[in-house]
């Protein structure tokens, strides 16, 4: 009779525990600590027993037949080779590449979602390799909300930061009347977070919230962007018109008499600038509810009087992710923040804005009391980078520039791309072009499970465990579980842990002391575990050791900030806790932006038309 045994495992969509029968993992269940654990983990067992596994190191054949032009890539087939031939044609291509063409010339194109591990991270096992080879051009931000971590830094601070500090969705239950909600609050996306979630949150907090009395407004296309337990307020507005429906708010406020005057004095730069465009003074054109109507779809009554209902409420303005993602996404952003301060509500409890609620499960529930341990990258010396969605822009255009932060940059020319832990075709945004840019590199190499797109795509394909085919602890970057994760079946056919992948590679590459140490797989989880435990004794948290821990059940840790409010030290002090911008203030017209003389960023919030809407119109 065959065995079963159920033990813990963990990734973005929470805690489950895995039941296995004669070696395969046949279900896997939610933990009984989550109130309402994801279904996306009834999908591994699939994923790692389905016929799209890699079982071997393959080698796309034109590549392997030194004729790599003759069938492009993504249509080409493949030849199965031994790991040593395999490493072998890695090790020389990657001398090949840094010798002819510099260590700038090998993109390291991985993003973060690869696991909620610690230390089996795809991404930092990757780097930490490439490092001790020379280094490599990399990406910054990311898909999700680049504009914002660009952009915000500008107007009112790090935006990374302040997504730590967003208002607790507890607090908008006790204090708020009116959400308003740019995007929507989509449940769907509350199932994840970054690097793990422990406790699935949202659901039971915006309820709480609907139960207290809070009344929401959904302005999205999709009325499913809300779940109808807040019986949110569905009002669509056309794709892109964010900007516009907030501008007309504004006029609204400043032509009635609403705006928080003190507030903009006190805590903002250059409203009167912003006030300028807002009344048609610079451009000929007030941005009345009429005129936003004609953008938006709205009738312009409707927008007198929710900007009437939000200056008697104490408002909280919300901006999806979603939102900056389109063109000239930054601008709703800002006007967003724009329109908060003209409310004078921001650092109050349960009022302000802000930007992001919904993106993940733990924006506004939850965040880490202290920094877990990781396994460290080591120094990159190469500074070469492109922003996260310009991959194709990079491998069709090598050596051209682009502007980022106002300042202009050149592509590195990535001879050799190496993915491992992401699949590009999944998140990025024209896959047309995408498609025909990997054609351009001279080597494409991706550490994956499965046969995704991008593996498809590849000249080399190395077959790797999943998280449930190896020890590891989970902790996600915003939340408050530690997670034990075992290894719960061996890997299928040839597959193989990254961390003795890039062993065997450093090796060849004579840089093994470097890489590993002296530590193997379960020597690393020791050390960065007594890291864990280190920082937890800071904070006043004794955690068990290794292997207590492992053997145990999740250990969740107290919230750092049960009653957190954005920004209320600001507004509390705005001298003793200056905004890190230029005036220390919430910057309604940014000299420095204007300063880049951009045509489509001025030096405060502003409407552009979308791209495809413009040249319709043309």
Request: glycine share 10%.
């Amino acid at each position: 009779m065959a065995t079963t045994t159920s033990k813990l495992t963990a990734n973005h969509w929470g805690v489950g525990t895995a039941t296995v029968e004669a070696g395969r993992i046949v279900s896997v269940s939610g933990h009984h600590g989550d109130p309402e654990p994801s279904p996306i983990n009834d999908n591994i067992p699939g994923s790692l027993n389905g016929r799209a596994r890699i079982q071997r190191p393959a080698v796309r054949q034109s590549w392997l037949e030194g004729t790599p032009g003759a069938v492009p890539r993504g249509r080409d087939g493949f030849v199965e080779v031994s790991w040593n031939r395999a490493l072998d044609l890695i090790a020389d291509e990657l001398n090949r590449v840094r010798t002819a063409h510099g260590n700038e010339s090998i993109y390291a194109g991985s993003y973060g979602w690869s696991s909620a591990g610690r230390f089996h991270h795809a991404q930092s096992q990757l780097k930490r390799f490439l490092n001790t080879i020379g280094g490599f051009s990399y990406s910054e931000g990311n898909y999700s909300y680049n504009a914002a971590l660009v952009m915000m830094p500008y107007i009112v601070g790090p935006f990374r930061e302040h997504v730590a500090q967003a208002t607790r969705w507890s607090v908008i239950a006790k204090h708020t009347d009116l959400v308003v909600m740019f995007g929507g609050m989509a449940m769907r996306n509350t199932q994840v977070s970054d690097g793990g979630i422990g406790t699935h949150r949202m659901r039971g907090n915006l309820s709480a919230c609907a139960e207290a009395g809070v009344q929401f407004v959904n302005i999205s296309p999709l009325r499913t962007d809300t779940d109808g337990f807040l019986n949110a307020e569905w009002r669509p507005a056309n794709p892109g018109s964010d900007t516009a429906l907030m501008l007309g708010l504004a006029h609204v406020l400043l032509s009635e008499g609403l705006q928080d005057d003190a507030f903009l004095a006190h805590y903002c730069v250059g409203f009167d600038r912003f006030a300028e465009y807002l009344t048609g003074k610079t451009d000929g054109v007030p941005k009345t509810p009429d005129w936003a109507a004609a953008h938006t779809g709205w009738q312009a009554e409707d927008i007198v009087s929710l900007a009437r209902r939000m200056a008697a409420s104490r408002c909280m303005i919300t901006v999806a992710a979603g939102v900056q993602r389109t063109d000239y996404g930054e601008q709703a952003l800002w006007m967003g923040v724009t329109l908060a301060a003209m409310l004078g509500q921001i650092g109050l409890p349960g009022g302000g804005y802000t930007v992001g609620y919904g993106v993940n499960g733990n924006i506004g529930n939850m965040e880490r009391l202290f920094r877990w341990g990781t396994l460290p990258q080591g120094k990159n010396p190469v500074s070469g980078f492109i922003p996260v969605a310009m991959i194709s822009e990079m491998l069709m255009n090598p050596g051209g520039s682009f502007t980022y932060r106002g300042r202009t940059h050149q592509f590195p020319d990535a001879r050799l791309v190496w993915w491992a832990g992401g699949n590009p075709f999944h998140h990025h945004q024209n896959l047309t072009r995408l498609h025909e840019a990997i054609q351009k590199p001279d080597t494409v190499i991706v550490n994956d499970i499965n046969w995704t797109a991008m593996a498809r795509h590849a000249d080399i394909v190395l077959p790797v465990a999943a998280a449930q085919e190896r020890d590891d602890f989970g902790a996600g970057k915003s939340d408050n579980a530690l997670v034990p994760m075992h290894k719960l079946v061996d890997p299928p056919g040839e597959a193989r842990v990254e961390y003795e992948i890039f062993s065997d590679l450093s090796a060849r590459m004579g840089t093994d002391t470097q890489f590993t140490e002296g530590r193997n797989a379960d020597a690393w989880l020791r050390h960065i575990w007594t890291q864990t435990q280190a920082a937890g004794a800071k904070s006043g948290i004794d955690l068990p050791d290794w292997d207590a821990f492992h053997q145990g059940d999740v250990i969740k840790l107290p919230d750092p900030s049960p009653d957190q409010v954005f920004l209320s030290e600001f507004r509390a002090d705005p001298e003793a806790n200056p905004l890190p911008t230029p005036s220390g203030r919430i910057e309604i017209f940014s000299k420095t932006l204007a300063g880049f003389d951009l045509p489509d960023c001025k030096g405060h919030a502003s409407y552009f038309p979308p791209r495809d809407l413009a040249a319709g119109e043309g």
